[in-house]
């Protein structure tokens, strides 16, 4: 066990976990941040996509001891009343069905238009390729990132 600090959602966090125990099930089962979720623990699915130091990470295979003194955004940290962007535009698109890979998708739309403000429809398919719905909303997933990107540009 180790002491590993750093920051998450805008405030400092010290866990003692192992080192090399995956930064998802530090979320999820020592801080009770249970937005991020686990889908297949090899990094295939994206249902845990987390960003660190502002970059799309997959949390399932993202150590603790590789985020120290890193900053951390789960889907609770992306806005504490759904009014980001990407958020507006998801409940406006009526994207969920299952639910599952929602905040996988949000982090990684949402990691996207803060590099790419009016992203393209190949901008976004490869930023999301390997985000997996099984539900296959990708229609209304791209649909909402064009809304989040026009929302994010003062457009109604």
Request: charged letters at 20%.
């Amino acid at each position: 066990m180790a002491a590993v600090k750093f920051i998450l959602n805008g405030k400092p966090q010290t866990v003692d976990v192992e080192p090399r125990m995956p930064l998802l099930w530090v979320l999820r089962d020592t801080l009770g941040m249970t937005g991020t979720k686990f889908g297949c623990g090899a990094a295939l699915c994206g249902a845990c996509t987390v960003h660190v130091d502002g970059r799309p990470a997959r949390a399932c295979i993202t150590t603790a001891q590789s985020v120290a003194g890193k900053k951390i955004t789960t889907i609770e940290g992306l806005s504490a009343d759904r009014s980001h962007p990407i958020q507006q535009a998801w409940i406006e698109e009526d994207v969920p069905q299952c639910g599952y890979c929602q905040s996988g998708q949000i982090m990684t739309a949402a990691a996207l238009l803060a590099k790419t403000s009016h992203p393209s429809d190949a901008d976004i398919d490869e930023a999301l390729h390997g985000n997996i719905c099984r539900c296959g909303t990708y229609q209304q997933i791209r649909a909402a990132i064009h809304r989040a990107a026009a929302i994010g540009r003062g457009a109604k």
